[in-house]
């Protein structure tokens, strides 16, 4: 009788998993668009964010001592004490920040990032730092099983969350890195920004957005934060997730959130008019640990 009732179990999960996976072939298409459009977007604006830079990397990642890490990563970092660790940094860009992690004493690095350019400018900045890291060219949500249970930290940071359609799959894979009680850290900017007015003739504090939005942007006036140019530039899309996307696509991950701290501080420099008035979360800080049983 249990043998009979087990069969029918496992054919049900079978069947189940098959209409899963047939259902999600358009969803998969569908996230597939965002992101390679994206890609296409940065490989084009890379070169621009390197040409506007002010500052010279390759030159600061000479001196063993330097590294691009605030206080605020520091004193997190610090307390949960990167030495030896293993460190994957989703979303890596140039690399600066993972390079800046080993040079706290982290024992290896490996940073994934879509664009082929910042990919080739992190490989190159870390021929000069000389630490124990690679760069990888990947979509996030396509880091293969080679990677799980490989990482005792998995970090993210400013501009990461923005550009992923799925929260609740690229936690997932996130939780699939980590090794048994593994830690994530997430310094990102604070989705209540999302409110606020982009017209700069309007006080800053103008709501003209909803925080709820569900919608995604669709943009074709370049990407460049760092010299603030509009050039007609490839489409490429954002997303809108609010503080619950996030607690609860961490959570259903198993991953369990023991640390969580807002700031006033603009962790993206972008808007300067709302960080003097000191009187709103910019940014937050969130840890988690792996618990045993994801």
């Known amino acids: 009788m249990f043998a009979k009732e087990k069969e029918r179990e496992n054919n049900a999960c079978s069947y189940e998993n098959i209409l899963i996976k047939s259902l999600g072939k358009g969803y998969q298409m569908e996230i597939k668009k965002y992101t390679n ?31 691009t ?25 140039n690399g600066r920040e993972l390079i800046s992690i080993l040079r706290l004493g982290a024992k290896s690095g490996i940073g994934f990032d879509i664009s082929d350019e910042v990919i080739k400018e992190a490989n190159e900045l870390n021929e000069i ?14 880091i293969g099983e080679e990677y799980y249970n ?13 550009w992923l359609p799925d929260l609740k799959k690229f936690f997932g894979i996130i939780a699939k890195m980590l090794k048994e009680n593994g830690k994530i ?16 003739n309007k006080d800053p504090l103008t709501i003209e957005g909803n925080y709820f939005r569900k919608e995604h942007w669709e ?3 370049g990407n460049d934060y760092v010299g603030n140019t509009s050039y007609d530039s490839k489409t490429f899309y ?30 993206t420099g972008i808007y300067p008019d709302i960080a003097e008035k000191n009187i709103l979360p910019m940014s937050y800080i969130l840890i988690g640990n792996k618990s045993s049983n994801s």
């Open 185 to 200: 850290m997430i310094y990102e900017e604070h989705p209540i920004l999302n409110v606020f007015t982009d017209d700069d």
């Open 150 to 162: 490989s990482f005792d930290l998995v970090y993210l940071t400013a501009g990461t969350l923005v």
């Open 37 to 67: 459009s994206n890609r296409e977007a940065w490989n084009e604006t890379i070169p621009i964010h390197i040409k506007n830079r002010k500052t010279n990397l390759k030159e600061k990642f000479k001196d063993k001592n330097y590294n």
């Open 129 to 142: 730092a000389k630490e124990n890291c690679k760069f990888i060219q990947s979509d996030v949500y396509d």
């Open 238 to 267: 954002s997303f809108s997730h609010t503080l619950s996307d996030l607690f609860n696509s961490v959570i259903h991950s198993g991953v369990i959130i023991k640390d969580f701290t807002e700031y006033s501080f603009d962790c």
């Open 219 to 221: 943009h074709n006036s």
């Open 69 to 93: 890490l605030d206080q605020y990563e520091l004193d997190k970092l610090n307390q949960i004490n990167v030495k030896d660790l293993s460190v994957a940094q989703l979303s890596c860009n």
